[in-house]
């Protein structure tokens, strides 16, 4: 079974400084996707970024970017110029390729402060 | 688009009490996706369903639970006879699957927080 885990339960940054989260995966599949999911405190689960593991490419969405390192089961996320918005839980997840509507298995979240 | 509506978005109930969640997913979708988020358990799979059918309920913690897909635009959550140990928060989420290499992104919904007393 593939596992997900985030090693930092909480994380601070400066508003617009860049702060990176950490996530790392166990998994014996070649083809699948990696997400990093944002929960404000409204509890809306909300798409920051996804990243296809064929993909040499680190994905980036304007402020958000990845280091996918593939070899290493690494996925990090890099938040530059940190908005007093981007305060959130911060989860990490996987999904299997095999199929196309396979479960996403989360990490424990990353708790994101940012101070003004 | 409204996106995925769930309801109710609060519900107090006492234990031994019937709960039914509600889920509409976004119109087109053929995944729909159950999930519930605690505190000492994170965000876990409970059951989904694609066109209508459930594939893997492997996630449904016991009989008290049951899901049901009578349509592509409804599916509902019900605990009987609901528990404390229940309380928490339960997402819905669809999304539209574009076979192996389709990235399938799932849509949430706002949740519904269970309080069980």
């Known amino acids: 079974a593939q596992t997900v885990t985030q090693s930092q339960p909480e994380m601070s940054v400066q508003e617009a400084e860049t702060v990176t989260l950490s996530c790392t995966y166990d998994t014996s599949e070649s083809d699948y996707y990696l997400f990093w999911y944002k929960q404000p405190p409204s509890r809306q689960m909300i798409l920051v970024i996804r990243q296809e593991a064929y993909k040499q490419q680190n994905a980036t969405e304007n402020r958000f970017s990845v280091n996918f390192q593939k070899a290493a089961k690494s996925f990090s996320l890099k938040i530059s110029d940190s908005q007093l918005g981007d305060a959130a839980m911060y989860f990490c997840?996987?999904?299997?390729?095999?199929?196309?509507?396979?479960?996403?298995?989360f990490g424990e979240g990353t708790q994101l402060t940012v101070n003004p | 688009d409204a996106g995925v509506i769930q309801s109710p978005r609060h519900e107090v109930t006492e234990m031994g009490q019937e709960v039914t969640l509600r889920c509409k997913p976004i119109s087109g979708h053929d995944y729909l996706f159950w999930y519930r988020q605690t505190m000492m358990r994170g965000l876990e799979l409970l059951i989904y369903?694609?066109?209508?059918?459930?594939?893997?309920d492997s996630g449904m913690p016991e009989d008290r639970f049951s899901a049901k897909m009578p349509n592509a635009s409804f599916s509902t959550l019900k605990i009987q006879p609901s528990e404390p140990r229940d309380s928490a928060v339960y997402f819905c989420?669809?999304?539209?699957?574009?076979?192996?290499?389709?990235?399938?992104?799932?849509?949430f919904g706002p949740g519904t927080r269970l309080t069980v007393l």
């Open positions: 997840a996987y999904r299997s390729g095999a199929t196309s509507g396979s479960r996403l298995t």
């Open positions: 369903f694609n066109n209508n059918v459930p594939i893997d």
């Open positions: 989420a669809s999304s539209l699957g574009r076979g192996q290499w389709g990235s399938n992104e799932q849509f």
